[in-house]
């Protein structure tokens, strides 16, 4: 089961309004969608790519683009539900341990919170006064956040990525077979690259803008590494083609 992460009490401040939104908020979707769309256009338009070089047939060509989907959206969901899954158990296993320790020795992790604001710049006397404040309001939060460096916009969700990263290939992977299975076979190579590349770049730079980076250098970078994966991919299968 996914499970969300929560310390703030129902009711608080922290429950009742939220000033301003960041980017952060997205980081775990973003990952996974774009990581999922990202690789369900590379990995889908190089696997034709590859086929169509030897000469195989459109048949050939499009059977291999829909296992290739299927394929590589079960394995795109099931990497990252087990890889997020662990992040997950780490987290819980730290928050349980933290949880202990402030069960059994406050005193002590009221001294290690307060010398965490005192490396950050506060003097001793206001870092112990803001240490007292936070432990009273949330001990578990204040000590997750700023010892543990966990807060609930970049907790780990596992179902929550796996999903986002399934569909999310699924639909970037869709686009190379469908180009693929309405373009005149005579220009099935240069037209399914050229258009997947269109593609990237379009992801890209809707990537980076979401997370608020330059569009130009998103859009530049995804094209530049899925033109080389095409390349490498055609070239292998012309090359076993020739020698068939």
Do not use: C
């Amino acid at each position: 089961m996914d499970r969300a992460i929560s310390w703030a009490p129902k009711g608080s401040v922290m429950h009742s309004r939220h000033l301003e939104r960041h980017r952060t908020d997205r980081i775990g979707w973003l990952r996974a969608s774009v990581l999922g769309a990202n690789d369900g256009i590379v990995s889908t338009a190089s696997l034709i790519l590859g086929v169509a070089a030897s000469h195989a047939s459109r048949t050939a060509i499009l059977v291999a683009g829909v296992a290739g989907l299927v394929a590589g959206a079960m394995s795109m969901a099931a990497g990252e539900y087990v890889s997020v899954h662990s992040q997950a158990d780490t987290e819980q296993a730290d928050l349980a341990r933290e949880r202990e320790e402030l069960r059994t020795d406050d005193a002590g992790e009221r001294r290690e919170l307060a010398g965490i604001y005192v490396a950050r710049g506060l003097d001793p006397a206001l870092a112990k006064q803001v240490a007292d404040q936070l432990m009273a309001h949330d001990a578990l939060g204040a000590h997750a956040q700023d010892e543990l460096g966990i807060s609930k916009a970049l907790s780990a969700r596992p179902v929550q990525a796996a999903f986002a990263s399934a569909g999310s290939f699924a639909v970037g992977a869709a686009l190379p077979l469908l180009a693929a299975a309405l373009l005149p076979a005579a220009l099935l190579i240069p037209l399914v690259a050229g258009t997947s590349l269109v593609f990237l770049a379009l992801l890209g730079g809707v990537a980076a803008r979401a997370g608020g980076a330059g569009i130009a250098a998103g859009a530049w970078r995804v094209t530049f590494w899925g033109a080389l994966a095409m390349g490498i991919t055609a070239a292998v299968g012309a090359l076993f083609g020739v020698a068939a």
